[in-house]
């Protein structure tokens, strides 16, 4: 049986720095605000690892372990 993904992004705007992380089968959404946003990736479900626009790696845990 395959594991499902827990949470997931479902917006990401590099225009206001707004990424949105949601987990739709226990219905939590949690949003994170980056004015300097370039990109947004999940890491091992529990991590949201962000890029700057100038280059820097920032890592925003979306729940505490």
Do not use: C, W
Not at 35 to 40: G, H, T, V
Request: charged fraction near 30%; aromatic fraction near 8%; charge should be negative.
């Amino acid at each position: 049986m395959g594991q499902s993904i827990m949470f997931q992004i479902t917006q990401l705007d590099t225009d206001s720095g707004l990424v949105i992380v949601e987990d739709k089968d226990f219905g939590l959404r949690y949003e994170f605000k980056e004015p300097e946003l370039q990109n947004a990736k999940i890491i091992d479900d529990y991590d949201l690892h962000i890029t700057t626009k100038a280059g820097e790696k920032i890592v925003v845990p979306i729940l505490n372990r």
